[in-house]
């Protein structure tokens, strides 16, 4: 059984950092595309960054130079780093597993919240 969990989501104020951690579990993750996605109030699920097995990054432009996705193998486990947070980043994050099987697996999200 394949889960993703995700934790770390949070009430920050403008400019401040968070980091959003998922537990991946039931796939060979080493082989698993990662990425995080999130979707703000009466908007589509879009793609925040990604990751591959091999580090390889991407990013959506809106949060270039601000946010950076990691992974850990051996812990089977995917970061991100969100610094100078906006509120426009108020969002459910989600982790998504791209994996080998084929399989495209989603965690159950972690509200991010950027707010004075």
């Known amino acids: 059984q394949v889960q993703l969990v995700e934790t770390g989501g949070d009430l920050v104020q403008p400019g401040g950092s968070l980091r959003l951690s998922c537990a991946a579990s039931?796939?060979?993750?080493?082989?698993?595309?990662m990425g995080w996605y999130r979707q703000a109030p009466g908007k589509q699920r879009e793609l925040v960054a990604r990751?591959?097995?091999?580090?390889?990054?991407d990013y959506a432009d809106s949060v270039k130079g601000r946010f950076t996705i990691s992974r850990d193998n051996a812990k089977n486990m995917v970061y991100l780093q969100m610094n100078s947070l906006k509120p426009e980043d108020t969002a459910v994050y989600y982790c998504?597993?791209?994996?080998?099987?084929?399989?495209?697996?989603w965690g159950q999200g972690t509200q991010v919240i950027v707010s004075s």
């Open positions: 998504n597993a791209d994996a080998v099987g084929p399989g495209l697996y």
């Open positions: 039931g796939i060979i993750f080493r082989l698993a595309l």
């Open positions: 990751i591959t097995g091999g580090d390889i990054t």
